[in-house]
């Protein structure tokens, strides 16, 4: 529940919906090749970090390729996870400014810089806790709040004047693909689904639950394949319900962005991106709606803010050991997890009163995240390979649909490299 209370949010919501007012239909498909194309390496990276005991930032420590660092080499991927850092905290600026505006909704006349100040303070009481249980139990209720309430809206969508037909049906899997919405499309892949860092971070979600633990450290335990295997089926049902999920709260945003926002022509930006997108709601409810739009969109912001910062808070401390400034024996993880929950959240409201954008911010994270997704799928591939025990190794089934995986973001992050490249020149 909480990879989904990540996985469905800013995304879905901002980008998601803004793809469906800008592009109308057509791009069904690329909503649903974003949905499922990811699980397999959330799946598959999981398998490795549960089953050696290795964090996700000391697998990356392990592939080759070093570059000096302020204790001695590390390598190149590292470097690559804390450059992307930077973009990553632009885009919570926009999830947390989201956030704020849907609670000024909630409550007509509330200023919505003060409102993302309430939702910052309100996300850095929760997570300096530091208490799992009660992070999951809040987790469950915002999940299964704007799951319920998206499915409930864009079934009343078919009985309104924005009504999806066959036809739209068909143009939605025509594939399509229209330049003019590119950076948007990319960014919305790069964000939608289980993005780079959801990836990682439910690596450190199933360390919290003592996956590992279970398994044990021992590969010679006559027991241990048996209790490996049985664990990773066990993620692998964490991985098929969060795929569930994610999919029956994201393709409705999009066919409520393309029914509705892309029949008025409207297009979320600004200080206005969530009133905007409450047309959605109210298109096909009615004005009564804007309340309950309001609830919802401050309900997936607000989640994906509690559960983003708080696995950057599980991850942070592995820079600090992979770096080599304080050995993995001694790091005292709580309290630099507690440091980081506090700290990022103020950041974040910071670079959202400066460009109070929420679209723009998710975009620049949005669209750096589906650039470096090759070279995580391509990073799992080489883990297995090398440093897993092939007693527990995917199915050829899996394995094949990695490598298709794997593939297909290479290529399109070469597109987004070109096609970034052209619009600069051009």
């Not at 909630?106 to 997570?127: C, E, H, S």
Request: hydrophobic share 50%.
């Amino acid at each position: 529940m909480i990879v989904s209370g990540s996985i469905v949010g800013s995304g879905e919501i901002l980008l998601t919906s803004g793809l469906g007012a800008a592009a109308g239909f057509t791009l069904l498909w690329w909503v649903l090749v974003s949905c499922w194309s990811k699980s397999i390496v959330q799946a598959e990276i999981t398998r490795y970090c549960i089953s050696t005991g290795d964090t996700y930032m000391r697998a990356l420590n392990r592939l080759p390729g070093k570059i000096k660092g302020p204790k001695g080499p590390v390598g190149w991927p590292v470097w690559l996870a804390v450059i992307s850092f930077f973009p990553g905290i632009f885009g919570l600026g926009g999830i947390v400014g989201g956030a704020g505006q849907g609670l000024a909704l909630m409550f007509d006349g509330l200023n919505p810089v003060l409102a993302t100040g309430i939702v910052t303070v309100g996300a850095i009481g929760i997570l300096a806790t530091g208490s799992y249980p009660y992070l999951e139990r809040i987790m469950l209720g915002l999940v299964m709040s704007f799951t319920v309430i998206t499915l409930f809206s864009s079934g009343v969508m078919q009985t309104t004047e924005f009504q999806m037909t066959l036809d739209d049906l068909a143009e939605g899997f025509r594939f399509h693909f229209p330049l003019a919405v590119a950076a948007l499309a990319i960014a919305m892949y790069g964000y939608t689904g289980v993005n780079g860092g959801e990836i990682a971070a439910y690596t450190y979600w199933c360390v919290e639950k003592g996956y590992p633990k279970y398994i044990g450290a021992d590969p010679s335990d006559p027991r241990w394949v048996e209790r490996a295997k049985g664990w990773i089926k066990v993620l692998h049902a964490d991985v098929w319900l969060t795929l569930f999920i994610l999919t029956l709260a994201t393709v409705p945003f999009y066919l409520l962005g393309a029914g509705v926002l892309h029949a008025t022509g409207a297009r979320p930006e600004g200080l206005e991106t969530i009133e905007v997108l409450a047309g959605m709601f109210t298109g096909t409810l009615g004005g009564w709606s804007v309340l309950l739009f309001a609830v919802g969109a401050f309900c997936i912001l607000f989640s994906t803010t509690l559960s983003g910062v708080g696995a950057g808070g599980r991850v942070f401390p592995d820079y600090i050991v992979e770096f080599g400034f304080i050995s993995r024996t001694k790091i005292h993880r709580r309290q630099w997890t507690r440091g980081y929950v506090i700290v990022i959240p103020i950041i974040a409201f910071f670079l959202d009163l400066g460009f109070q954008n929420p679209v723009i911010l998710v975009m620049i994270s949005a669209s750096f995240a589906a650039i470096t997704l090759p070279i995580q799928s391509g990073a799992t591939l080489w883990l297995q390979k090398r440093h897993m025990d092939q007693r527990i190794k995917p199915h050829w089934i899996l394995k094949s649909a990695l490598w298709a995986t794997f593939v297909f973001q290479l290529l399109m992050s070469l597109f987004v490299i070109w096609f970034t490249f052209q619009n600069l020149f051009n």
